[in-house]
């Protein structure tokens, strides 16, 4: 989770006040997105929290459903697999990716 500081968060408020968010994204657009998912994730967890409902996160490498209660249940192994030929990939700003649409 990121640790931003009332000063830092009130300084990136103010500043998308002032832009659209697209010069902000050109600007700030690391910081300003991981603070704005940090932010979200947070009071997403916290809602339901208090609202006695599951949270569903990623914990060594198992899908798992954490109750209001505390406990946890397994719902599925997830199996990362490193593919080279990402791995391998420079993507840059504005590159455009396509897809192949199955035949089904």
Excluded: C
Excluded at 15 to 30: F, R, V
């Amino acid at each position: 989770m990121i640790n931003l500081s009332e000063k830092d968060y009130d300084v990136i408020i103010k500043s998308l006040m002032k832009k659209t968010l697209s010069q902000n994204e050109d600007n700030n657009s690391e910081k300003l997105i991981n603070t704005i998912g940090a932010r979200a994730a947070q009071n997403a967890i916290n809602e339901n929290l208090a609202l006695k409902n599951p949270i569903t996160i990623l914990k060594d490498n198992w899908v798992i459903r954490v109750m209001p209660d505390g406990s946890e249940e397994k719902i599925s192994k997830v199996n990362r697999v490193e593919n080279p030929i990402f791995a391998s990939q420079k993507i840059a700003k504005g590159t455009i990716i396509h897809a192949k649409k199955k035949n089904l």
